[in-house]
């Protein structure tokens, strides 16, 4: 699974063979500019949804359900999930373990297919004090394992597991039926997930152990642009074949 948020991320995504799209809330902070995900909103997910679900990828398409869009009521929860639904997504993620169990019911009510998102949840920014790796002590590694049954038993599809240590993403993995797909969780889980522009090296301000930069498109752009504004400005460009000119005919008409 690799993130996309528009129609070329996408387009890439799919033609490069991943299995699913998160239309992830990472855009806030990847495309967005902000500094967490607690900033977007339902709109703005179903907005870069539907610009992924334009290029009809192969990739099932998961969007995520933002802060807040799964926290206030049940019938707001479903409304959010099926706007992102309308807008092309397949599927909807959210963040949690038990608590979330009653809004997860309510959607698979409305027949739409959840992931759930466990350890490290980036929307539990400041109840966790931090981006921190989760499932450290054995209570809380067992926890985990208990979130993950009952996110199974609940209907859930797949299971995002982040930022948690090997082993125990290993015992989670072995404690469910259902995939795992882990980002910072070691090699055990069942498929791993990673962010575009983490993953093509345009994503230059976080660098977290996770990640591993396949391509480094920042520095690339950085210096294609470049070029053109060096070319721009010494009159290299554009050419003679990057112009539209007239005919012999209308410039004999003109008088050139
Ligand atoms: O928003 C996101 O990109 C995610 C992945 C890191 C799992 O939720
Ligand atoms: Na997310």
Known sequence: ????????????????????????????????????????????MAHHTAAVART???????????????????EETVQNAALLIRAGA????????RKRLPM??????????VMGHIGLTPQSL?????????????????RLVQAAKSLSHAGCYAIVLEGVPVQVAEMVTEAVEIPTIGIGAGPHCDGQVLV???LLG???RLAAKFVRR?????????????????????GAFPSSRESYHLSEVELAALGI
């Open 56 to 74: 009809k990828p192969e990739a099932h398409i998961v969007a995520d359900l933002p802060w807040m869009s799964y926290h206030v009521s049940a």
């Open 90 to 97: 397949q599927s909807v993620k959210l963040e949690g373990g």
């Open 202 to 204: 345009l994503e230059t």
């Open 1 to 44: 699974m690799v993130t996309a948020y528009d129609a070329p991320s996408a387009r890439v995504v799919s033609e490069a063979g991943a299995d699913l799209i998160l239309v992830g809330d990472s855009v806030a902070m990847v495309v967005l500019g902000y500094d967490d995900t607690l900033q977007v909103t339902v709109n703005d």
């Open 126 to 142: 400041h109840a966790m004090g931090g981006f921190k790796v989760q499932g450290r002590h054995a209570e809380a590694a067992r």
């Open 196 to 198: 575009y522009h983490d």
């Open 214 to 234: 396949y391509a480094d498109l920042d520095t690339l752009a950085t210096e294609a642009v470049r070029c053109f504004a060096d070319d721009v400005r010494s």
């Open 104 to 113: 997860i019911e309510r959607i698979r009510d409305a027949e739409i297919p």
